[in-house]
T-cell receptor, first 109, second 117 residues
Framework: QKEVEQNSGPLSVPEGAIASLNCTYSDRGSQSFFWYRQYSGKSPELIMFIYSNGDKEDGRFTAQLNKASQYVSLLIRDSQPSDSATYLCAVNSGYALNFGKGTSLLVTP | GAVVSQHPSWVICKSGTSVKIECRSLDFQATTMFWYRQFPKQSLMLMATSNEGSKATYEQGVEKDKFLINHASLTLSTLTVTSAHPEDSSFYIC?????????????FGPGTRLTVT
C-alpha cells in the first residue's frame, strides 16, 4: 500500500510567521512531489512541485525534498490570513497522484 | 491556459437514478484524465484513469459497473454514477494530463458535488 502521510493539524500560526508543513511517503520509486492548496468546497490548486533533492523556492513558498528520508516539506514565509486552507501533499503513482489527507493551516491576524 | 471544466458543478438526485458528470479540457488535448472522489474531511482518492479510445482503469474497490467512464475524445471524459445511493454523495473531481512534451503536471477541474437523497 503506497501511503502519503501528513499531520492533519490544525496548524495555527500568527500572520507574518513561517508555516512549516510536512509529508512523508512510502513509495521509494516516486519521482515527483506536489503541494496543493484546497479551500473548503473547492478543487485543489497547485502551489508547486519538486523532483530533485534539496530546496525549491517560488515566491513565499519553499519546497524541500529528501528522497533518502522519504520526506517532503513546504515552508510558507510571511504567512497571510488568505493562506488559511488545507494543504495537500501528493506523490506520483505512475501518472496519477496519491494524496495525503492534508494539513489544515490557520493563519491568525 | 490549461483550463479544465466540469459540468454540472453540483447536482442533487434521487436514490436509484443515474447522474452524468462531464470533464472537459478547454484549451488543450488530453489522452489521459483522472477521476477522484473526496468525502468530507478526507483526501482525494483516485477512482479511475480514463484513456481516450480505450477502457478506463479502475482502482481497487471501485465498481466499474457502477461508475461508468467514457473518454470519447481528446477533450472530454464523462463519469456516470448509475443507480446512485446516498453513500455515493461526494465531491467528484477530474483532472487532465496534457499531450505534448513530458510533463508531470495535471490540471484539475473545479469539481462536482453530488448529493443523493
Amino acid at each position: 500500500q503506497k501511503e502519503v502521510e501528513q499531520n492533519s493539524g490544525p496548524l495555527s500560526v500568527p500572520e507574518g510567521a513561517i508555516a512549516s508543513l510536512n509529508c512523508t511517503y512510502s513509495d521509494r520509486g516516486s519521482q515527483s512531489f506536489f503541494w496543493y492548496r484546497q479551500y473548503s468546497g473547492k478543487s485543489p490548486e497547485l502551489i508547486m512541485f519538486i523532483y530533485s533533492n534539496g530546496d525549491k523556492e517560488d515566491g513565499r513558498f519553499t519546497a524541500q525534498l529528501n528522497k533518502a528520508s522519504q520526506y517532503v516539506s513546504l515552508l510558507i514565509r510571511d504567512s497571510q490570513p488568505s493562506d488559511s486552507a488545507t494543504y495537500l501533499c501528493a506523490v506520483n503513482s505512475g501518472y496519477a497522484l496519491n494524496f495525503g489527507k492534508g494539513t489544515s493551516l490557520l493563519v491568525t491576524p | 491556459g490549461a483550463v479544465v471544466s466540469q459540468h454540472p458543478s453540483w447536482v442533487i438526485c434521487k436514490s436509484g437514478t443515474s447522474v452524468k458528470i462531464e470533464c472537459r479540457s478547454l484549451d488543450f488535448q488530453a489522452t489521459t484524465m483522472f477521476w477522484y472522489r473526496q468525502f468530507p474531511k478526507q483526501s482525494l482518492m483516485l477512482m479511475a484513469t480514463s484513456n481516450e479510445g480505450s477502457k478506463a482503469t479502475y482502482e481497487q474497490g471501485v465498481e466499474k459497473d457502477k461508475f461508468l467512464i467514457n473518454h470519447a475524445s481528446l477533450t472530454l471524459s464523462t463519469l456516470t454514477v448509475t443507480s446512485a445511493h446516498p453513500e455515493d454523495s461526494s465531491f467528484y473531481i477530474c483532472s487532465a494530463f496534457p499531450l505534448g512534451p513530458p510533463s508531470y503536471e495535471q490540471y484539475f477541474g473545479p469539481g462536482t458535488r453530488l448529493t443523493v437523497t
